[in-house]
């Protein structure tokens, strides 16, 4: 018994085929070929999983961390990257304690950093051996301030993520003395913060008053490294 091709068996399942070569095709089925019978069902079913994929479509989640991987990258850069640190303005560590509960112990800490119009305000939650980082990131110079699609990421473990349409963002790692994230906030600039875990904080109320107040300076006059 002649066998017809693969490509023939295709081109029948897509019904590219003339009448007459469908024709043949369909009489070689119906005279009981298992091989070629095998080889159709095959094909039909590659036929209703590619007609399936195009309605597929990825999480959300998913989607941010592969921009994030493609952005951290930075494939055929034709000239390096700056990337200016953020300064601390205000850490509720560095705030005296409210009187009659000063032995209290607060297991989270509120941080605030600042570059020009930039903003990230955080929140660090400290588990046994773990630290949760949620924080959200803020440009004062647009209407919707909360920066979305921001890629993000915690140098220290190597871990990335992409910032909501809120411009949210969240890590759950073990503990560190000193953690690093970088804001990738154009093609050509990256914002850097440094995250002081320790108890105590250098940043007086006297810095964060000063801070606060200096609404003068732009994202271009940054430190630049």
Same mark, same amino acid.
């Given at each position: 018994?002649?066998?017809? @091709?693969?490509?023939?068996?295709?081109? %029948?399942?897509? =019904?590219?085929? &003339?009448?007459?070569?469908? /024709?043949?095709? $369909?009489?070689?089925?119906?005279?009981?070929?298992?091989?070629?019978?095998k080889l159709l069902e095959t094909w039909k079913n590659v036929l209703e999983c590619a007609g399936r994929e195009k309605f597929y479509q990825p999480p959300e989640a998913?989607?941010?961390?592969?921009?994030?991987?493609?952005?951290?990258?930075?494939?055929?850069?034709?000239?390096?990257?700056?990337?200016?640190?953020?300064?601390?303005?205000?850490?509720?560590?560095?705030?005296?304690?409210?009187?009659?509960?000063?032995?209290?112990? @607060?297991?989270?800490?509120?941080?605030? %950093?600042?570059? =020009?119009?930039? &903003?990230?305000?955080?929140? /660090?939650?400290? $588990?046994?051996?773990?630290?949760?980082?949620?924080?959200?990131?803020?440009?004062?110079?647009?209407?919707?301030?909360?920066?979305?699609?921001?890629?993000?990421?915690?140098?220290?473990?190597?871990?990335?993520?992409?910032?909501?349409?809120?411009?949210?963002?969240?890590?759950?790692?073990?503990?560190?003395?000193?953690?690093?994230?970088?804001?990738?906030?154009?093609?050509?600039?990256?914002?850097?913060?440094?995250?002081?875990?320790?108890?105590?904080?250098?940043?007086?109320?006297?810095?964060?008053?000063?801070?606060?107040?200096?609404?003068?300076?732009?994202?271009?006059?940054?430190?630049?490294?």
């Amino acid at each position: 018994m002649k066998h017809f @091709s693969m490509q023939e068996w295709v081109d %029948f399942v897509r =019904g590219v085929v &003339s009448e007459e070569q469908h /024709l043949a095709l $369909q009489k070689h089925l119906n005279d009981g070929c298992s091989d070629c019978q095998k080889l159709l069902e095959t094909w039909k079913n590659v036929l209703e999983c590619a007609g399936r994929e195009k309605f597929y479509q990825p999480p959300e989640a998913n989607v941010r961390i592969a921009k994030a991987q493609f952005a951290m990258s930075h494939p055929n850069q034709a000239r390096p990257r700056e990337f200016y640190y953020a300064d601390l303005v205000f850490d509720s560590y560095a705030q005296p304690a409210t009187p009659g509960i000063r032995s209290s112990l @607060s297991l989270a800490r509120q941080l605030v %950093f600042k570059k =020009g119009r930039y &903003s990230v305000d955080m929140r /660090l939650e400290f $588990q046994p051996g773990r630290l949760a980082i949620v924080g959200q990131v803020l440009d004062f110079g647009q209407a919707n301030s909360a920066l979305g699609d921001i890629p993000v990421r915690l140098l220290a473990y190597k871990q990335q993520t992409t910032t909501s349409h809120f411009g949210e963002f969240q890590f759950d790692v073990e503990r560190m003395e000193n953690l690093e994230l970088l804001f990738v906030m154009s093609e050509e600039r990256d914002l850097m913060i440094s995250i002081p875990l320790s108890q105590g904080s250098s940043l007086t109320p006297t810095d964060v008053t000063d801070s606060l107040g200096d609404r003068k300076d732009s994202f271009d006059d940054g430190k630049k490294v």
